[in-house]
T-cell receptor, first 115, second 112 residues
Framework: AQSVTQLDSHVSVSEGTPVLLRCNYSSSYSPSLFWYVQHPNKGLQLLLKYTSAATLVKGINGFEAEFKKSETSFHLTKPSAHMSDAAEYFCVVSSYGGATNKLIFGTGTLLAVQP | NAGVTQTPKFRVLKTGQSMTLLCAQDMNHEYMYWYRQDPGMGLRLIHYSVGEGTTAKGEVPDGYNVSRLKKQNFLLGLESAAPSQTSVYFC???????????FGSGTQLSVL
């Protein structure tokens, strides 16, 4: 079975400092992994995806994530946080099988950005 | 282009009451999903549909029913609401790119 574990429920950074949101995955085969972002009172939006091509994946708004098979990790990073990055971030793994692929969501990491 | 529209946005129910949440998408997507979001638990899949006239159970289907009579609409029903169903409900749809879900803005439901 596939699963993801987001290691931090809350992360607080100062504006202009780096962001690191951690995600470990478990999968019995080569996974597809994603990060979604949810701004307050909004639906979720796809931030970036890894689907077995390049291990360093670039997403929207300056975010990127690196797939590390040896560490079973897919951490999300950004060099310099902006106030508008404050949101909840979900690490997601695909689950294959049955009539359709399904996405399995982590429990989320709430990112706060201090001025 | 409206995308995915959920109605209503907020609702308060008493225990035992019934209601239907409506999800409509205008992107001609085959796949539609209902999730519930609870603090510290991420999103959990309730039911999903792979096309008009089809539905299937997700992770947490008990207490909910769904229908997909038209391709653009996916209805989530609560026949007898319980306080445990207090949650934020999200509808999503997708086309052929299986990872790119398009989400509605959510329905906040409170069951007293």
């Amino acid at each position: 079975a596939q699963s993801v574990t987001q290691l931090d429920s809350h992360v607080s950074v100062s504006e202009g400092t780096p962001v690191l949101l951690r995600c470990n995955y478990s999968s019995s085969y080569s996974p597809s992994l994603f990060w979604y972002v949810q701004h307050p009172n909004k639906g979720l939006q796809l931030l970036l995806k890894y689907t077995s091509a390049a291990t360093l994946v670039k997403g929207i708004n300056g975010f990127e994530a690196e797939f590390k098979k040896s560490e079973t990790s897919f951490h999300l990073t950004k060099p310099s946080a902006h106030m508008s990055d404050a949101a909840e971030y979900f690490c997601v793994v695909s689950s294959y099988g049955g009539a359709t692929n399904k996405l399995i969501f982590g429990t989320g990491t709430l990112l706060a950005v201090q001025p | 282009n409206a995308g995915v529209t959920q109605t209503p946005k907020f609702r308060v129910l008493k225990t035992g009451q019934s209601m239907t949440l409506l999800c409509a998408q205008d992107m001609n997507h085959e796949y539609m999903y209902w999730y519930r979001q609870d603090p510290g638990m991420g999103l959990r899949l309730i039911h999903y549909s792979v096309g008009e006239g089809t539905t299937a159970k997700g992770e947490v289907p008990d207490g909910y029913n769904v229908s997909r009579l038209k391709k653009q609409n996916f209805l989530l029903g609560l026949e007898s609401a319980a306080p445990s169903q207090t949650s934020v409900y999200f509808c999503a749809s997708r086309g052929t790119a299986f990872e790119k879900l398009f989400f509605g803005s959510g329905t906040q439901l409170s069951v007293l």
